[in-house]
Each structure stands twice: as structure tokens, then as C-alpha cells.
Nanobody, 121 residues
């Protein structure tokens, strides 16, 4: 399974971007999908997650500004990021919890390569 993230870039404070992450390869199903970010000198942190049934949760710092969604037919997760602040500057990583087989509930974690979001003030 490979994840390909895209959509990052340089944007002014207050601007918006739409991040995408698509999965390819062989698997049975995708359970949770999520976005994490890692700023320079900081640990990776959860930004948002969405379950297979569409339930979502967000980091407090992005609530009301970021929206996560998924397209199960395309095995793709999106992150709409609005009202960007300088503190949102980071590499954003997508994460999928994947069931490889219908005969096991075991999940494997997969990560995208990261897409850089830089917010200028």
C-alpha cells in the first residue's frame, strides 16, 4: 500500500489550501484516515481523523478552521485548511489504518511522504 499526499505550498496568513492523500495497492479496507503534522523542532501531532463511518475529531488548535473528509470510492482523504496562521507551518502527513485481509481485524499503519505547508505572515 502506498499513500501519495499532495496540495501543500506557500500561502499567506489567512489563506486556504486543500490537501489530498490517495492510496494505491492491494488491501481489504481502510478504517481510520488521518492527517498529522510536524513543525521544525517539534514532535508529530494529530491534526484530524475520520473514521470509516465519517466520524471526525480535530486538534483544538484547528477546530473551526480545518475540515477533514474522505472519498471511499477513491481511497482518498482530504484536508481543507482555512484561515491559515503562521503556527500551521509544518509538513503534513496522511495516515491510514488498513486491513490487509478480510480474515483478520488486524490493522497496519501506512504513512504518506508528507506535503509541506508554509504560511507567511
Amino acid at each position: 500500500v502506498q499513500l501519495q499526499a499532495s496540495g501543500g505550498g506557500l500561502v499567506q496568513a489567512g489563506g486556504s489550501l486543500r490537501l489530498s492523500c490517495a492510496a494505491s495497492g492491494s488491501f481489504f479496507s481502510i478504517n481510520d484516515m488521518g492527517w498529522y503534522r510536524q513543525a521544525p523542532g517539534k514532535e508529530r501531532e494529530l491534526v484530524a481523523r475520520i473514521t470509516s463511518t465519517g466520524s471526525t475529531n480535530y486538534a483544538e488548535s484547528v477546530k473551526g478552521r480545518f475540515t477533514i473528509s474522505r472519498d471511499n470510492a477513491r481511497n482518498t482523504v482530504y484536508l481543507q485548511v482555512n484561515s491559515l496562521k503562521s503556527g500551521d507551518t509544518a509538513v503534513y502527513y496522511c495516515n491510514y489504518k488498513v486491513r490487509r485481509s478480510p480474515y483478520s481485524a488486524y490493522e497496519t499503519d501506512y504513512w504518506g511522504q508528507g506535503t509541506l505547508v508554509t504560511v507567511s505572515s
